[in-house]
Antibody, heavy 121, light 110 residues
Framework: EVQLVESGGGVVRPGGSLRLSCAASGFTFDDYGLSWVRQAPGKGLEWVSGIKWNGGSTGYADSVRGRFTISRDNAKNSLYLQMNSLRAEDTALYHC??????????????WGKGTTVIVSS | QSALTQPASVSGSPGQSITISCTGTSSDVGGYIYVSWYQHHPGNLPKLLLYDVSDRPSGVSNRFSGSKSGNTASLTISGLQAEDEADYYCSSYTSSSTAVFGTGTRVTVL
């Protein structure tokens, strides 16, 4: 079964950091690009970041560029999102998603259930 | 990198057809075939309905179809069913090598 399982969410104070992880199984991990997508309470979907199959190219939404860093470890079938300088507006459910073959930003066909990040003092 | 513009809500009766628009710019929707559509029932995971403007993944009903003209993409749901009541989002690749979602459309089956 193709599966993505996120972890690492929690409650953090403004200005703090968190590292999200996403463990993949059931498919050839390094064949695909991957993305992080978030949904704030009562809001729509927001694409956050993406990474190509080999980590050689990454992209970020303007709202997180310079604060978040996406990375992957193909040997561990894992995706990560390092989130620094967190703000209240980063509060959301964060999903990792399988993107297109080799690339990111094109289509998201497998989604994890998500991990919740709450930024609050 | 503004969100793509979708109508907030669209409604229709069972059996009818409805169309949801998704308007961007020449730097996203108008510039690439990489437009995708997602169905999201609250509490469930988003589901990929269409990719590359009009291609359907295996298992997606042919009642869902897509098209694009200029900077606007469209999702048409034919033979509307009660189970189609959900939120729908478009997404596009952008010239900044990022992706952007639409504002989302709530579909109501009357």
């Amino acid at each position: 079964e193709v599966q993505l399982v996120e972890s690492g969410g929690g409650v953090v104070r403004p200005g703090g950091s968190l590292r999200l992880s996403c463990a993949a199984s059931g498919f050839t991990f390094d064949d695909y690009g991957l993305s992080w997508v978030r949904q704030a309470p009562g809001k729509g979907l927001e694409w956050v970041s993406g990474i190509k199959w080999n980590g050689g190219s990454t992209g970020y939404a303007d709202s997180v560029r310079g604060r978040f860093t996406i990375s992957r470890d193909n040997a561990k079938n894992s995706l990560y999102l390092q989130m620094n300088s967190l703000r209240a507006e980063d509060t959301a459910l964060y999903h990792c998603a399988r993107d297109s073959f080799g690339d990111y930003g094109k289509l998201l066909d497998v989604w994890g259930k998500g991990t919740t990040v709450i930024v609050s003092s | 990198q503004s969100a793509l513009t979708q109508p907030a809500s669209v409604s229709g009766s069972p059996g009818q057809s409805i169309t949801i628009s998704c308007t961007g710019t020449s730097s996203d929707v108008g510039g690439y075939i990489y437009v995708s559509w997602y169905q999201h029932h609250p509490g469930n995971l988003p589901k990929l309905l269409l990719y590359d403007v009009s291609d359907r993944p295996s298992g997606v009903s042919n009642r869902f179809s897509g098209s694009k003209s200029g900077n606007t993409a469209s999702l048409t749901i034919s033979g509307l069913q009660a189970e189609d009541e959900a939120d729908y989002y478009c997404s596009s690749y952008t010239s900044s090598s990022t992706a952007v979602f639409g504002t989302g459309t709530r579909v109501t089956v009357l």
